[in-house]
């Protein structure tokens, strides 16, 4: 059975930091792309990060990029996402995502294979 349990949303004040994690199993995270999805209340879903299943490239949201950073542990089968300076317009539930194929900003999130249940991020003024 394939779970991905993110970790570590929670509240912060404008100007503030969060990391989040995503611990992955039942797949062979080494073989996979992951990345991290965001939804706002009354928004799509929208891309904020990926990285390939070598950790060798990355990519963003122009409205994250300087700020976020993702990486991947493949030791532990785990994903981060650090978020520093954090605005208001982040808040969101955050997803990790796990896909064979490419994750970007022009992929359509609904080709992503694997969800997590997501996890909460307010970032207040």
């Known amino acids: 059975q394939v779970q991905l349990v993110e970790s570590g949303g929670g509240l912060v004040q404008a100007g503030g930091s969060l990391g989040l994690s995503c611990a992955v199993s039942g797949l062979p995270f080494s073989a996979y792309n992951m990345g991290w999805f965001r939804q706002a209340p009354g928004k799509e879903l929208e891309f904020v990060a990926a990285i390939l299943r070598s950790g060798g490239s990355t990519d963003y949201a122009d409205s994250v990029k300087g700020r976020f950073t993702i990486s991947r542990d493949s030791t532990n089968k785990t994903l981060y996402l650090q978020m520093n300076n954090l605005k208001p317009e982040d808040t969101a539930v955050y997803f990790c995502?796990?896909?064979?194929?490419?994750?970007?900003?022009?992929?359509?999130?609904?080709?992503?294979?694997?969800w997590g249940q997501g996890t909460q991020v307010t970032v207040s003024s």
């Open positions: 995502a796990a896909r064979f194929g490419i994750i970007g900003p022009s992929v359509a999130p609904d080709v992503v294979q694997y």
